[in-house]
């Protein structure tokens, strides 16, 4: 193949090279997603909500621009986390309730639903399963409950029943919508 020894210097520099510069960027490299996340919920407690969800945003749209990654990159950096994309969107919601954006917030909810839809999982421990699926359906309770609180809402996602609302009556704390027959956890019952 090469029948030069200066030949074989030359392919070992820029090996070498390629492997340090790969080497400094993985050295260097900082989860974004990771920390937009944890920003967004530090802002969240703060109370400055429009700062939060551009947070919680941006970590959505790492988790979303990840999934395009080139080879090289998806063999040296780690892939972003879908758990956290939906914990993401989750976030979101909760400042849009708490920003009364309601219809906003329900598409954060569904959202955070497609990404963990709370089953469907293969080739992870039973522990994590366990904890996306526990996730999942605390995301469905709340998307329940704002639907209880918000007829209007839920008549628009045709999750209500046309002109009967709650009658101005607060949602059970103990009624687990993950528990009731239907799109509930059919083991539960």
């Known amino acids: 193949m090469f029948k030069r020894p200066r030949t074989w210097l030359l392919a070992g520099l820029v090996s070498g090279l390629l492997l340090i510069w790969y080497g400094i960027g993985l050295a260097m490299w900082t989860d974004q997603q990771v920390m937009f996340y944890n920003a967004g919920l530090q802002l969240y407690k703060q109370g400055d909500l429009e700062n939060a969800y551009k947070a919680f945003e941006l970590s959505v749209t790492v988790y979303k621009r990840g999934q395009n990654m080139t080879y090289w990159q998806r ?46 999982y293969s080739g992870i421990s039973v522990d994590d399963a366990n904890r996306l699926k526990s996730e999942a359906y605390t995301v469905k309770y709340d998307l329940e409950l704002l639907f209880k609180n918000n007829p209007e809402q839920a008549e628009k996602q045709g999750k209500g029943k046309p002109g009967k609302g709650n009658n101005g009556s607060k949602p059970v704390p103990g009624n687990d919508p993950s528990t009731a027959p239907g799109k509930g956890n059919r083991d539960d019952i």
Request: charged share 20%; glycine share 6%.
């Open 75 to 120: 063999l040296i950096y780690p892939k972003p986390s879908a758990e956290l994309a939906a914990l993401a969107d989750f976030q979101k919601g909760k400042v849009l309730i708490r920003a009364q954006q309601i219809p906003a917030a329900v598409d954060a909810f569904k959202e955070s639903l497609q990404i963990n839809p709370g089953n469907g």
